[in-house]
C-alpha cells in the first residue's frame, strides 16, 4: 500500500556532497572564532516555529479536532532537544521571512534553524506478515545573528521494517496522532531530526568547547596516582566540570595545519588535523585529567595540542586516521 506522497527535487548528491566537502575546508578559518566557544560563554540559538510541513503529508490531532498537528509535534520535539545543550539559550522566532525574526541575541555566535519537512513518503505491502519503509527529507537553512543564510543541508532518513504477523501501523484513510506515534514512522522522524541537529550543532560544523593539553598528569590532590608505564600517556586539560565535562567523556585532540591552494580568492586553507582521542578519567570544576585511548604513529599527542568538546550529541570522537 502506498501513502501520499509529497516530493520536492533536490540537488543532486554529488553536487551538494561537494559543496559540504568546500564548506568544511573553508569555514575552519573562522571556527575558532564564530563557533568555538570560550570558557562561560553562552549562546543563543532559535527554532522557526512551527516547522514547516511541506509534504501535504497530514496528521491530525483526533476525529473530533481534525486539524493537522505534524507541525507543532516537530516542533515541540526539537526544542525539547535543543534544551538539552548545556551553555544554549533556546528561543523561538515565527515565520519564514527573516525580516520579521526577534533574535534574541547577539553574539557572533547566535544562530536560527528553519527546519522544513520536504518528503515524507511511507510505503507498506502485506506479504507473509507486513513489511513497511519509509523516506523522510528535512531541509535545514541556518542563519547567524545578521540574519544572513550560512548554511543549509538535506537530511534523510530511509529505513524499512518488518512484522511477522499483519501490522496495522496506518491504513489509507485518516490518520490520527495517537496512531501515528505509535507506528514506525515517528520514530524514524525523530531521528531525523536529531541527524539533523547534530549536523547542524555537532562536529565541525557546530558549537563545541576548545580546550588545551596543559601538562603530564602525576598527581591531583592527591586523589590520582599515575603508575609509572602510564606518566606518558596521561595529561591535565583546562576543560571541566563547568564546562560541562563528565568523567568518561571521549574528546578529539586537534592541531591547527595549513595548506596552500591555487585558488587566487582561498591562496591558504586552514583546518585541524585529528591526532588522538582522550578519555576524560578524572574531573573537577575547571580541569580534569584524561587518558590517551588512541594517537597518531605519526604525529603523537603533545603538550598544547587542542582539545575539542562538542555540545550537543554523544562526547565519542570519530577515528579518522
Not at 540574519?147 to 496506518?170: A, F, P, Q
Not at 484513510?173 to 505509535?182: A, L, Q, S, V
Amino acid at each position: 500500500m502506498r501513502f501520499k506522497i509529497n516530493t520536492i527535487k533536490f540537488a543532486t548528491k554529488l553536487t551538494f556532497h561537494a559543496t559540504m566537502a568546500a564548506f568544511v575546508c573553508v569555514i575552519w578559518t573562522c571556527a575558532a572564532e564564530a563557533i568555538a566557544l570560550d570558557k562561560g560563554e553562552r549562546v543563543s540559538v532559535a527554532l522557526v516555529t512551527p516547522v514547516a510541513n511541506n509534504t501535504g503529508f497530514f496528521v491530525g490531532m483526533n476525529k473530533y479536532y481534525p486539524v493537522d498537528v505534524l507541525s507543532e509535534k516537530m516542533s515541540d520535539y526539537m526544542l525539547g532537544r535543543m534544551r538539552e545543550i548545556p551553555r544554549v539559550n533556546v528561543g523561538q522566532v515565527s515565520g519564514s521571512n527573516p525580516d520579521y525574526w526577534d533574535i534574541m541575541g547577539t553574539s557572533r555566535n547566535d544562530l536560527v534553524l528553519n527546519v522544513n519537512l520536504e518528503q515524507f513518503n511511507c510505503y507498506k505491502k502485506d506479504t507473509l506478515g507486513s513489511k513497511v519503509r519509509w523516506e523522510i527529507a528535512l531541509h535545514i537553512y541556518v542563519y547567524d545573528s545578521s540574519k544572513r543564510l550560512v548554511y543549509d543541508t538535506v537530511v534523510w532518513e530511509r529505513d524499512k521494517r518488518y512484522y511477522v504477523l499483519y501490522n496495522d501501523t496506518m491504513e489509507q484513510g485518516p490518520i490520527y496522532w495517537e496512531k501515528f506515534e505509535k507506528s514506525p514512522y515517528w520514530p524514524a522522524l525523530r531521528h531525523a531530526m536529531d541527524e539533523g541537529l547534530s549536523d547542524v550543532l555537532a562536529g565541525y560544523n557546530g558549537y563545541r568547547i576548545i580546550g588545551r593539553i596543559v601538562a603530564r598528569a602525576e598527581r591531583v590532590d592527591g586523589s590520582l596516582s599515575v603508575p609509572k608505564n602510564k606518566r606518558d600517556k596521561i595529561y591535565n586539560i583546562d576543560l571541566g566540570v563547568e564546562d560541562s565535562v563528565k568523567v568518561g567523556d571521549i574528546l578529539s585532540v586537534t592541531r591547527a595545519s595549513s595548506v596552500r591552494t591555487i585558488a587566487p580568492d582561498t591562496p591558504e586553507m586552514h583546518f585541524p588535523q585529528i591526532v588522538g582521542r582522550v578519555r576524560v578519567i578524572f574531573v573537577k570544576g575547571r580541569d580534569a585529567v584524561a587518558e590517551i585511548v588512541k594517537e597518531s604513529s605519526e604525529a603523537p599527542i603533545q603538550l598544547g595540542d587542542a582539545l575539542s568538546a562538542p555540545l550537543f550529541g554523544p562526547r565519542k570522537a570519530k577515528s579518522t586516521f
